[in-house]
């Protein structure tokens, strides 16, 4: 299996938010901190403009497996324009694929092409209790797990905390990485 990362292009657009966005039911959605209530872009919205937060977006990538489009990496600063404190997100859209090891492949590479082209001391990863296999992805990266702030996302009548992972470069390269 071969796993491999890039940027959004106009040629490939359609495709992702048909992978992405086209099913409304699609069960990626119940992890990805559903008790936000989102709004994904309808194709109408996409094809008038929505797609250009995701066009050769350095902070945005598509996960590609075998030539396959699976899923996407971004990362968003949550400092705002002060840029010292970036956190990453992943997401493989179609389940059949999840457990296959592609999630760890595609968020090591991204960790790594983040930390290689962006100076920063560290790099973090937030999700919520409910979503097990996104703790358990980060932790196997050798991200540690430096918060914890409990009962704070509601969601189908229930509590659940938000989690905050992390890792230096200093780990990150420790680890044979970068």
Do not use: C
């Not at 920063?120 to 540690?144: D, F, K, V, Y």
């Not at 992390?166 to 990150?172: D, P, Q, T």
Request: hydrophobic share 40%; no cysteine; net charge positive.
């Amino acid at each position: 299996m071969q796993v491999t990362l890039r940027p959004l292009t106009k040629q490939d657009a359609l495709a992702f938010w048909e992978l992405a966005f086209a099913d409304s039911n699609a069960e990626w959605r119940q992890w990805d901190g559903p008790y936000f209530n989102d709004h994904y872009p309808s194709r109408e919205e996409w094809l008038a403009g929505a797609a250009q937060r995701y066009l050769n977006n350095p902070l945005r990538q598509v996960i590609w497996v075998d030539g396959q489009m699976v899923g996407s990496v971004s990362a968003r600063y949550e400092d705002g324009d002060l840029k010292r404190w970036l956190d990453v997100g992943i997401t493989v859209y179609t389940s059949t694929q999840w457990g296959q090891g592609i999630g760890r492949i595609a968020l090591s590479l991204w960790v790594d092409k983040l930390f290689a082209q962006i100076d920063l001391p560290h790099i973090g990863l937030t999700t919520w209790s409910g979503n097990i296999r996104m703790m358990r992805l980060a932790e196997r990266l050798g991200m540690q797990q430096e918060a914890r702030i409990r009962q704070v996302r509601y969601w189908q009548g229930r509590y659940y905390d938000s989690v905050k992972y992390g890792i230096l470069r200093s780990e990150w390269k420790t680890n044979g990485r970068i």
